[in-house]
């Protein structure tokens, strides 16, 4: 961060002897993933004049930029999903994100994906984690809780034809202009034992 470079360059001229504010001087920082190096230079002939280094702080998190990735996605899920965190593998490379594991519901499962997407230097996240299926649920179960879901939803919905096949849900609403629910999808993701979900709504007018 700026305001610690400020701080460590502030401290390194204090130890030379030498004004940071002065003329003639130049001062190079080199940012490693284990280390870091502040150079003190004649501004006018290039000349090192003295060096002095330390350890990259961030090396508590790992000493390669993939391994600390790995840590800080790992810090977040635990974070922000304490209690399914522990079902979910992370693996890292070059920048991409790798889940596994077990969640509960597909509702998890896709706000887990943002949350990873949304960490600084994370490039991607390609998900492998399975949504768990109570036992013995059937498609036509996963149906009817679609429908009580459609059925109790504020928004006034009309024409809607549902389908399920294997877990994988495709839903098809009208509703009237500007009455979109918001909320709906995310509804019906919470649903036990939806492995997928397509929710068209189309607005129409009055």
């Known amino acids: 961060p700026q305001a610690e470079i400020r701080i460590s360059q502030e401290r390194f001229c204090a130890e030379q002897g030498v004004d940071p504010l002065g003329d003639g001087y130049l001062l190079a920082f080199d940012i490693g993933t284990t280390s870091v190096v502040c150079v003190l230079l004649d501004g006018k002939t290039g000349r090192e004049l003295a060096q002095s280094s330390m350890l990259n702080p961030q090396v508590a998190y790992g000493a390669d930029v993939i391994t600390r990735i790995q840590q800080a996605v790992q810090g977040k899920l635990a974070q922000v999903f304490p209690e399914h965190c522990d ?86 609403v009208c509703c009237y202009e500007n009455e979109r629910p918001k909320d709906l999808e995310n509804r019906l993701a919470e649903i036990p034992g939806v492995r997928d979900l397509i929710c068209l709504v189309t607005e129409v007018y009055d």
């Open 87 to 172: 079902k979910i593998s992370v693996e890292a490379g070059q920048g991409i994100i790798y889940l596994n594991g077990l969640v509960e519901n597909l509702s998890i499962q896709r706000a887990v994906v943002k949350c990873v997407n949304a960490i600084p230097k994370v490039r991607g996240c390609v998900d492998f984690t399975r949504v768990v299926v109570p036992p013995f649920m059937t498609d036509e179960q996963i149906e009817k809780s679609v429908y009580d879901q459609l059925d109790s939803s504020t928004t006034r919905l009309f024409d809607c034809k549902v389908s399920v096949q294997d877990g994988k849900v495709q839903v098809e």
